[in-house]
């Protein structure tokens, strides 16, 4: 079907006009060439915008759809009667004109995350028995990735369509989104990094660490910066580990840093990074590893300048160690949740020294002298300048209070998210954020909760 | 967009037209009223010369047609259709004659057992029970039940009810695509039904002139070839035989396989299944006891009427770690030659290759999950192949064992055990609860989707994979 011809010219408006008519489907709208080559250098519109003269463009499209996308390219939202049509139509006729871009900014865009509106709004199914075992979303878009038994189930941006594939894994413990067709995908029990297209679920690529004592080498955490991607890896037999550097386009290794072989009673060496996380604002690289041994937890905080090689920084958790760890970059702060205490403490990354050590959030007694292992499984992530931080069923939202004068210690406030029914319910198990979109699962749920602002509700 | 670069049509076929469709006005291409084919009634008014300068006019429903418009245009079904049933939908698209286009757009994407989901439940309306049921190609199916039939079309709507002299159908086979064999464990002989004019169109019965005792046999299993039609008879002291029936004059062809039927392993063929790549017939039989199940699996050269391989359980050859294990269900994969069982006592799958069958072809099947632990020994099992996949139900319980794709420089050697044995991956098709509901029957896939009976529940259901997410908004 072609997608205009010309016909012939209407009586207005002039041909030096500003003005461009368009006839879609039988229906005239008028618009101006700045509207149409907003939608950027060489798509449909700009085309039309260019060679509009003496005839006027005819598009075999629906008007009703089309009027909607120029609202859409005049105001950058769409109209509120847009709510009549599926998003699903409006996905496939901004693909026709080529303005997908668009329609994804106005509808989840990370910069309309309102933290403090979320609220649980939609629920993804899974199909089979298997309840997700990871978790990976687009940051810039909200595409999701869900890692569920042997399966990695794919939602596109606007959560309405999905499609499965079938890996090697039995369960894949360490996902990250590449581009919305490719993952890398790890596991604790299966040796190397699989980089897997998800059109035709095929392995395109096997990222092994050459470790010397010639076993699997098994993935342990992964992470990206917008150049790189970092994984770690520990041998199958577990006398050594070390996180590899790649880049992020190429999947060429560029580096390895932090490489332990293990002799002797060496406990900390042994333990490889179960999380690995790139911290922009210093250009530094967080990595971070707990052991559970006779004696209680232990771990290591650690971070890495990737190009030198070197440690910058690093504490010895020994005394309530860290369930999860995160950095917020913007606030310049390490947030962890103590697995004793199940409290929230912060290091300030301003003035970082040997002697920095934690500032509990919480009650000061549980970190001391407790044997209760109250935050185990507390998942911790930071998104722009709040800090999520899960316990059991619920999710904590704490967030900098800003106070004049400022004589020394930070604020720091916690919020417990959702409405009172969302509240409780089953141990959260993973939690992510993409586009606008929070995305958390709970064990045994075959499904993935979706939290959303209410006020951008299609 | 692509469209654009791509269309090189004449200039006909950028040709404007205009529609009056029920006194609302529509502007479109020659080429969209052209996409429908040539038999379509809109091809035929685009054929139309525009020296007259007034639309076309055409006396029918506007909103349906701005939806089927939309269909033409982008080839998918926009959300405005919900407005209308599927009926509606498929009257109007009939009508314009773009049935096909609209089947295309709505028709689920390719079967997949690793995600799929209760689409539907179809029920008929009286004595819901399903002793047994056919699938088409096209995703229609036709349901037993009662001594009658009942066909539902590719869009899972009744089309039709027979009434059988039968008074319970067990076995059902589609010979022609409107003609049905079935047969009946309490009636003898195998009857062909035509269905579209709801008649009985001839019976098979199996006699001997010269053994007086071959007398009131019953069908056990049905299976269709190109040309012939195969059916397992059983007489009342049990002595059994494979009749061949020619498809066209639906007479007797052939007999072959003929047995006395008074031990597990010259019993009856409850199934057959016919591989049109070897000419083969697969049949097998499976008894289960308080002693366990035992049971053959034999591959005839109906030609010859030989058999060409079998295995027996318990005994015949195999390994001694599995003894003591045999089958309790067995299947034929038509499309990829191979034989699957399904082990009473471990609960193992395995399979075999039938180009090369030898004393013990069996391959275990490994369970690397280690959080699906095996089941153990099941009462109540049913494998079905299906576009590749091996479909298992135990108890209530249906899972799936689908290949993993393979990566192009590893070369897939079937002889090779141990690369074999970890191909596969077991998942479940269905969730704890589903399993609730009861013991499946029978599993039979056709065109996109999978039907399930249970025991003792009316209707079957119908398995479907999705792109959509189906998200559930809760707030």
């Given at each position: 079907m072609p997608p205009f011809a010309g016909s012939e010219p209407a009586?207005?408006?002039?041909?030096?006009?500003?003005i461009v008519s368009i006839d879609v489907g039988g229906q005239v709208f008028q618009t101006t060439k700045q509207t149409l080559t907003s939608a950027g250098p060489k798509t449909f519109f700009s085309r039309i915008a260019e060679s509009s003269g003496i005839y006027t463009p005819f598009i075999d499209r629906d008007p009703e759809m089309f009027s909607l996308l120029l609202s859409l390219l005049r105001t950058g939202n769409l109209p509120?009667?847009?709510?009549?049509?599926d998003l699903q139509d409006l996905i496939i006729e901004s693909k026709f004109y080529g303005i997908e871009t668009l329609l994804i900014n106005s509808?989840?865009?990370?910069?309309?995350?309102?933290p403090f509106n979320l609220q649980k709004s939609l629920l993804l199914p899974l199909n089979g028995r298997d309840s997700p075992s990871a978790l990976a979303a687009d940051?810039?878009?909200?595409a999701l990735h869900v890692a569920h038994g042997s399966k990695i189930t794919s939602f596109d941006w606007s959560l309405r369509r999905k499609a499965t594939v079938l890996t090697h894994?039995?369960?894949?413990?360490s996902l990250l989104a590449l581009s919305p067709t490719l993952v890398a995908a790890g596991a604790n029990d299966f040796s190397g990094l699989q980089i897997l297209?998800?059109?035709?679920?095929?392995?395109?690529e096997t990222l092994n660490w050459e470790n010397v004592t010639k076993s699997g080498s098994t993935v342990q955490a992964i992470g990206a910066s917008s150049e790189n991607m970092f994984v770690s890896f520990e041998s199958s037999r577990r006398n050594s580990n070390s996180i590899m550097v790649y880049?992020?386009?190429?999947?060429?290794p560029i580096t390895e840093i932090g490489h332990n072989e293990i002799f002797g009673?060496?406990?900390?060496?042994?333990i490889p990074a179960t999380k690995l996380q790139w911290i922009e604002g210093y250009n530094l690289l967080m990595a971070s590893g707990s052991h559970s041994g006779p004696s209680g937890v232990s771990g290591n905080i650690r971070l890495w300048d990737v190009r030198s090689g070197n440690v910058v920084w690093e504490i010895s958790e020994k005394?309530?160690?860290?369930?999860d760890v995160a950095v917020c970059d913007p606030l310049s702060v390490i947030f962890k949740v103590g697995v004793n205490s199940g409290e929230a403490s912060y290091v300030d990354?301003?003035?970082?020294?040997?002697?920095s050590a934690w500032v509990c959030l919480?009650?000061?007694?549980?970190?001391?002298?407790?044997?209760?292992?109250?935050?185990?499984g507390c998942k911790i992530e930071t998104q722009g300048n709040q800090v999520f931080c899960t316990k059991g069923g619920d999710v904590e939202l704490w967030s900098e209070v800003v106070m004049g004068g400022g004589n020394g210690g930070r604020i720091f406030k916690k919020n417990l998210m959702g409405r009172m029914r969302d509240m409780?319910?089953?141990?959260?198990t993973n939690l992510a954020f993409g586009g606008s979109t929070m995305f958390l699962t709970r064990k045994d749920q075959q499904c993935v909760e979706v939290w959303q602002s209410s006020s951008r509700e299609f | 967009m692509e469209e654009e670069s791509t269309s090189v049509e004449s200039n006909t076929a950028n040709e404007r037209i205009k529609l009056n469709v029920g006194g609302k006005y529509f502007e479109t291409t020659l080429s969209t009223l052209r996409s429908g084919g040539p038999d379509s009634l809109l091809f035929a008014l685009s054929?139309?010369?525009?020296?007259?300068?007034n639309p076309v006019f055409i006396d029918r429903d506007p909103e349906i047609f701005s939806v089927l418009l939309s269909l033409l245009r982008t080839s998918h079904l926009p959300s405005?259709?919900?407005?209308?049933s599927k009926q509606e939908l498929a009257d109007e698209a009939l009508f314009y004659g773009i049935d096909a286009h609209l089947r295309a757009a709505t028709a689920p994407p390719p079967f997949s057992g690793i995600d799929a989901a209760l689409a539907a439940s179809i029920r008929p309306a009286?004595?819901?029970?399903?002793?047994s049921f056919a699938a088409a190609d096209s995703g229609a199916v036709w349901i037993a039940h009662g001594g009658q039939i009942s066909g539902y079309d590719s869009t899972l709507t009744h089309s039709g009810t027979v009434r059988t002299h039968?008074?319970?159908?067990d076995s059902i086979c589609r010979v022609w695509p409107e003609i049905a064999a079935i047969g009946s464990m309490s009636d003898p002989g195998l009857h062909f039904y035509n269905f579209s004019g709801s008649r009985h169109v001839g019976s098979v019965h199996w006699t001997d002139p010269l053994d007086?005792?071959?007398?009131?046999a019953h069908v056990n299993a049905i299976t269709a070839s190109e040309n012939t039609v195969f059916a397992s008879f059983d007489c009342p002291h049990r002595e059994n035989c494979i009749l061949e029936v020619d498809k066209?004059?639906?007479?007797?062809v052939n007999q072959f396989?003929?047995?006395?039927?008074?031990?597990a392993k010259n019993m009856v063929p409850a199934k057959l299944t016919w591989i049109p790549a070897t000419g083969v017939l697969v049949g097998s039989a499976v008894t289960g006891g308080a002693f366990g199940f035992s049971g053959y699996v034999r591959l005839w050269d109906p030609r010859s009427g030989e058999v060409v391989w079998e295995t027996n359980e318990?005994?015949?050859?195999?390994?001694s770690s599995r003894f003591?294990?045999?089958?309790a269900d067995v299947e034929a994969d038509v499309e990829g030659l191979l034989l699957f069982k399904l082990c009473s006592k471990s609960g193992d799958l395995a399979m075999a290759d039938m180009r090369f069958l030898k004393d013990d072809p069996w391959i275990y099947l490994k369970e690397?999950?280690?959080?699906?632990?095996s089941c153990g020994e099941v009462r109540n099992s049913v494998v079905h192949c299906y576009r590749g996949q091996v479909f298992v139900a135990r108890e209530g319980g249906l899972e799936v064992w689908s290949m993993v794709e393979q990566r192009e420089n590893v070369v897939v050697r079937s002889e090779n055990e141990s690369d074999a044995e970890g191909f596969y991956r077991r998942n479940f098709v269905d969730k704890r609860e589903d399993s609730d509901r009861g013991i499946i029957k029978k599993i039979e896939g056709g065109g996109d989707r999978l039907f399930v009976s249970r025991e003792d529940v009316e209707g079957i259901e119908v398995w479907e994979s999705s792109r959509f997410s189906g998200a559930i908004s809760v707030l």
């Open positions: 009586g207005f408006p002039k041909p030096d006009s500003n509120s009667k847009a709510k009549a049509f509808l989840s865009n990370p910069s309309q995350l309102e940051a810039a878009c909200g894994f039995t369960a894949v413990d297209d998800l059109e035709n679920g095929r392995v395109r880049d992020l386009h190429s999947l060429t009673a060496d406990i900390d060496s042994a005394v309530d160690c860290f369930a990354m301003r003035n970082l020294s040997t002697e919480g009650d000061k007694r549980k970190v001391t002298n407790n044997g209760k292992k109250e935050g185990i409780g319910g089953a141990k959260i | 054929n139309r010369r525009s020296t007259d300068p405005t259709a919900r407005r209308f009286s004595e819901g029970l399903p002793s039968l008074d319970e159908i007086p005792r071959i007398f009131k066209s004059n639906l007479r007797t396989a003929r047995q006395s039927g008074n031990q318990p005994g015949g050859s195999g390994r003591g294990d045999s089958f690397k999950n280690a959080s699906l632990v």
